[in-house]
């Protein structure tokens, strides 16, 4: 089994910046990505930025281009998301993610999110 644990959430005014981390343990192999999401009540929860073990590569969702940076230390098993100008539309709950992919089946684990309020 994998264990996620967030932290670095919290409430901070529009234009500001929150540093959130999540650290990874247990079973870690075969990692396909680690990444962020995040939920507002009564939406889906939706991407907001990637790392690709494979590649290094990163993506991120239209919304938070430009604004957030996702980065892996992968010898600590850490993936952090700097966000910088917060908007208050970026309130929500903040979920870590690791993936993997085993015989064609991906498997997701999650943490137990971080909530992140932006005030206007």
């Known amino acids: 089994q994998v264990q996620l644990v967030e932290s670095g959430g919290g409430l901070v005014q529009a234009g500001g910046s929150l540093r959130l981390s999540c650290a990874a343990s247990g079973s870690i192999f075969s990692i396909a990505a680690m990444g962020w999401y995040r939920q507002v009540p009564g939406k889906q929860r939706e991407l907001v930025a990637v790392?690709?073990?494979?590649?290094?590569?990163?993506n991120y969702a239209d919304s938070v281009k430009g604004r957030f940076t996702i980065s892996r230390d992968n010898a600590k098993n850490m993936v952090y998301l700097q966000m910088n100008s917060l908007k208050p539309e970026d309130t929500a709950v903040y979920y870590c993610?690791?993936?993997?992919?085993?015989?064609?089946?991906?498997?997701?684990?999650w943490g137990q999110g971080t909530q992140v309020t932006v005030s206007s």
């Open positions: 790392a690709i073990t494979s590649t290094g590569t990163t």
């Open positions: 993610n690791l993936f993997r992919i085993n015989l064609g089946e991906r498997t997701d684990y």
